[in-house]
């Protein structure tokens, strides 16, 4: 089993509606969360981070985090043609900065 | 734009061959970790240099070094390179090695094609 899986896609979303990005984790010990975007050929951008249970939103992201689940996962409202994209799900253990990283989802914003 | 510069951007070496690339970290962070990203796959850790110590290392041999200098800027050295190494090479930045709250920045990254 891998530390973090997510669908690799692609996610097709119309313009204008929701986009949800899945991810787990194996590891329990796991404290932090990273969502990053990654345009083809560049390198990863920092979207989000989450620590606690529960919902973080900014602008039109909104992170969501259930340990109990091992489950983070991303909402993107209004989506725009321009975050199409593969959004990599990244975590982090106690007092080790170290981030693993998923396989990525590739998201496709249909205009 | 993070901050985190890195050089080359592109790079062509053959078989064998030994590679330095250099990273310049965020103003403020003294912390650089190395990633190695294949294509369509997630990036995979390679080490973390913090204040110039080596803290922490992922599953890649020995012919994966690297150092890090007084200013925090910091260099991956691949020895004896194999057509496997090819991949893209991110260099991240953070305040601190000691915390796993804190949030890295990616370099643009430095595209190494072994032939």
């Known amino acids: 089993q891998k530390e973090v899986e997510q669908n690799s896609g692609p996610l097709s979303v119309p313009e204008g509606a929701i986009a949800s990005l899945n991810c787990t984790y194996s590891?329990?010990?796991?404290?932090?969360f990273f969502w990053y975007r990654q345009y083809s050929g560049k390198s990863p951008e920092l979207i989000m981070s989450i620590y606690s249970n529960g919902d973080k939103e900014d602008g039109r992201f909104t992170a969501q985090l259930n340990k109990a689940s091992q489950y983070v996962s991303l909402l993107i409202r209004d989506s725009q043609p321009s975050d199409s994209a593969t959004y990599l799900c990244?975590?982090?253990?106690?007092?080790?900065?170290?981030?693993?990283f998923g396989t990525g989802t590739r998201l496709t914003i249909i205009p | 734009e993070t901050g985190v510069t890195q050089s080359p951007t592109h790079l062509i070496k053959t078989r064998g061959q030994q590679v330095t690339l250099r990273c310049s970290s965020q103003?403020?962070?003294?912390?650089v970790s190395w990633y190695q990203q294949a294509l369509g796959q997630g990036p995979q850790f390679i080490f973390q240099y913090y204040r110039e110590e080596e803290n922490g290392r992922g599953n890649f041999p020995p012919r994966f070094s690297g150092l890090q200098f007084p200013n925090y800027s910091s260099e991956l050295n691949v020895n004896a390179l194999e057509l496997d190494d090819s991949a893209l090479y991110l260099c991240?930045?953070?305040?601190?090695?000691?915390?796993?709250?804190?949030?890295?920045?990616f370099g643009p990254g430095t595209r190494l094609t072994v032939l």
């Open positions: 103003s403020g962070h003294n912390t």
């Open positions: 991240a930045s953070s305040l601190s090695g000691l915390s796993s709250y804190n949030e890295q920045f």
């Open positions: 990244a975590v982090s253990h106690f007092g080790n900065e170290k981030l693993t």
């Open positions: 590891d329990r010990v796991s404290q932090s």
